[in-house]
T-cell receptor, first 115, second 114 residues
Framework: GAGVSQSPSNKVTEKGKDVELRCDPI?????LYWYRQSLGQGLEFLIY????????KSGLPSDRFSAERTGGSVSTLTIQRTQQEDSAVYLC?????????????FGSGTRLTVV | AQSVAQPEDQVNVAEGNPLTVKCTYSVSGNPYLFWYVQYPNRGLQFLLK??????LVKGSYGFEAEFNKSQTSFHLKKPSALVSDSALYFC????????????FGAGTQVVVTP
């Protein structure tokens, strides 16, 4: 597609429920990143995919968080047993190459609210 | 390891005056440097990047930034600010020694008053 697409744009969930956030990167972009932006905070790195593998998942805050990427394209970030502190905007970005020489394109994000 | 510092939480400037948003970085190799802007309830929009070459980089919407290796800085500048430039600005760095992730600064809120 023309840009990075994320869905849903907004998600309200009850504490303890599982949620799935989807990212559809720009076609042909081999690298994909997930970030989290909490209210009034900067961007916190979560995980990086090169193709379907994740060389760096150091930013995942707990084992409740997992992500996968299939077909070198769409990625899903799953949060199990959501907690109120998981409330944030989850941003996805993709880049043409793993070095970012051509820049990184961000989606509009998924605003997650855990009640 | 890599890190980015944006020392100002907020910058206030009158419309028509020069705008500067400061950024310093620390990386173990050579840096790739980026500036992004975020408008309310929107994703990040790319402004400009430094990969190699000329230290002065020109980007979108009249913004420019100067890479200073000795001072490890990459300050964002605009000669004449507009009210519409009011937004949250992020500096980001990636080391050429590493793969993947960008390290972002905490962001600087720019407020341009008429």
């Amino acid at each position: 597609g023309a840009g990075v697409s994320q869905s849903p744009s907004n998600k309200v969930t009850e504490k303890g429920k599982d949620v799935e956030l989807r990212c559809d990167p720009i076609s042909g972009h081999t690298a994909l990143y997930w970030y989290r932006q909490s209210l009034g905070q900067g961007l916190e790195f979560l995980i990086y995919f090169q193709g379907n593998s994740a060389p760096d998942k150091s930013g995942l805050p707990s084992d409740r968080f997992s992500a996968e990427r299939t077909g070198g394209s769409v990625s899903t970030l799953t949060i199990q047993r959501t907690q109120q502190e998981d409330s944030a905007v989850y941003l996805c970005a993709s880049s043409l190459d793993s070095q970012g020489l051509y820049g990184y394109t961000f989606g509009s994000g998924t605003r997650l609210t855990v009640v | 390891a890599q890190s980015v510092a944006q020392p100002e939480d907020q910058v206030n400037v009158a419309e028509g005056n020069p705008l500067t948003v400061k950024c310093t970085y620390s990386v173990s190799g050579n840096p790739y440097l980026f500036w992004y802007v975020q408008y309310p309830n929107r994703g990040l929009q790319f402004l400009l990047k430094y990969i190699t070459g000329d230290n002065l980089v020109k980007g979108s919407y009249g913004f420019e930034a100067e890479f200073n290796k000795s001072q490890t800085s990459f300050h964002l500048k605009k000669p004449s600010a507009l009210v519409s430039d009011s937004a949250l600005y992020f500096c980001a760095v990636r080391s050429t020694d590493s793969w993947g992730k960008l390290q972002f600064g905490a962001g600087t809120q720019v407020v341009v008053t008429p």
